[in-house]
């Protein structure tokens, strides 16, 4: 599995949806075939990159991460 940020491969599980990413401190969640992914701010809080991922558009270059979860 690999990042769809920054493309390591250095993926821990946090959850039973919930992914985290070492190489770029982004947190992944899957939810059914949507993917949300969070920027973890200094105060522990989660802001949404949403915007800046489609969700398709990572289901599709990135089917390992459903098939991880």
Do not use: R
């Not at 770029?24 to 701010?41: A, D, H, P, R, W």
């Not at 915007?51 to 270059?61: M, N, P, R, T, V």
């Amino acid at each position: 599995m690999k990042c769809p940020n920054c493309n390591s491969k250095d993926i821990g599980k946090i959850g039973s949806h919930q992914f985290y990413c070492w190489g770029c401190f982004i947190e992944l969640t899957v939810n059914g075939e949507k993917m949300s992914v969070y920027q973890v701010e200094e105060d522990g809080t989660l802001s949404s990159l949403d915007d800046l991922f489609s969700g398709e558009e990572i289901a599709q270059d990135y089917p390992q991460i459903h098939a991880s979860s």
